[in-house]
């Protein structure tokens, strides 16, 4: 691998870290273009923080490289650290202090003058709508205003690279939309966001580029509609009006249209995924030759919609399992030695 790739702020190959013997990240290949937000996402377990914690050189790797911008990060260690932040999971400013002081002390241990550190202070508390709050202790704030504070003290000098370890964990959705109208502010600024996150909207409303990680390997990589297009024309959504029929249509849909048929939650609910079948329909024409196989079958529509694939979808396509899913022992052995 090329040492100073241009146009790349991140770029791994064979990525490797073991806690005893749980492969947490396994041979992870990764080229994140510079100036970009660009999405890993996977479930709890993954190996997602632990790569983070790889390029910001916290956790040495055990095998394969990486670089941040040109620089190793393990040769290069000082280098790297220069041109990155990282906000992880959990709030890491003080909360005995205000908001205020918590950015006037990180201020002055990046090396701002007084009068300096707290101007900064003062614009990103303005900027992440926390000016009224400044003058409170952060123990007294919202999930979501400990975020923005969080965010805000990452800032303070504005750096090439922003880790983002799954930003929004445990937020109301108000609070979840303001983080992300900082992620796209910053990214406006010039910054390149890495973002990790297990909420799939989130990926799709942020990251220009996404890689799904599962178990330790990257399994698929590409934009978001390279990743939708990947594993079918469409999904065919359904509402029945009888809740009795569902197991009949859904038997019918798999005979008529060689897809996967997944029950919702909804008593009433389908989608089936359109993929390429053996002929060469369009995804509107294999919608309605299901639609009259359950006319056929007495079995009554109530509601109907042809969509393309939600990133919920592809993630299903390609593991199995939605992000959600509980972990085995080792996957949760991986998260506590991260």
Do not use: C
């Not at 942020?206 to 939708?228: F, N, Q």
């Not at 897809?259 to 919702?264: F, L, S």
């Amino acid at each position: 691998m090329s040492q100073h790739t241009s146009g790349l702020a991140i770029e791994t190959a064979g990525l490797v870290k073991t806690f005893g013997e749980t492969r947490a990240v396994d041979g992870v290949d990764l080229s994140v273009p510079a100036g970009t937000v660009y999405g890993v996402l996977g479930p709890n377990g993954a190996g997602k923080t632990t790569t983070v914690k790889m390029l910001a050189t916290l956790l040495r790797p055990d095998g394969g490289e990486a670089h941040v911008f040109g620089h190793d990060v393990v040769r290069e260690a000082d280098q790297v650290r220069s041109l990155v932040s990282l906000t992880g999971q959990y709030a890491s400013v003080d909360e005995d202090l205000t908001g205020t002081e918590n950015l006037v002390l990180l201020g002055r241990l990046l090396g701002h003058g007084k009068h300096a550190a707290r101007e900064r202070a003062g614009q990103l508390l303005e900027a992440f709508g926390l000016a009224e709050a400044a003058g409170k202790q952060v123990k007294n704030y919202s999930g979501g205003m400990r975020r923005r504070i969080d965010i805000a003290a990452s800032i303070l000098n504005t750096p090439d690279l922003l880790f983002l370890d799954e930003p929004t964990t445990g937020l109301d959705p108000r609070s979840r939309n303001q983080v992300w109208d900082i992620v796209r502010a910053v990214v406006a600024q010039g910054t390149t966001v890495l973002l990790t996150t297990q909420y799939l909207d989130e990926a799709d409303q942020l990251a220009s580029r996404i890689a799904v990680i599962d178990r330790g390997k990257v399994i698929a990589e590409g934009t978001k509609g390279e990743l939708k297009a990947s594993v079918g024309a469409g999904s065919v959504h359904l509402r029945l009006r009888d809740p009795a029929q569902r197991s009949l249509a859904a038997d019918l849909l798999v005979r008529a249209l060689d897809a996967h048929v997944q029950p919702e939650p909804d008593p009433v609910a389908l989608t089936a995924r359109l993929g390429t079948a053996a002929s060469d329909d369009t995804a509107a024409e294999q919608a309605a030759r299901a639609l009259n196989e359950l006319a056929r079958a007495g079995i009554t529509v109530d509601n109907f919609s042809l969509g393309q694939p939600s990133l919920d979808e592809v993630f299903l396509a390609l593991t199995g399992h939605d992000t959600h899913d509980s972990r085995d022992a080792d996957d949760k052995k991986d998260e506590v030695a991260a």
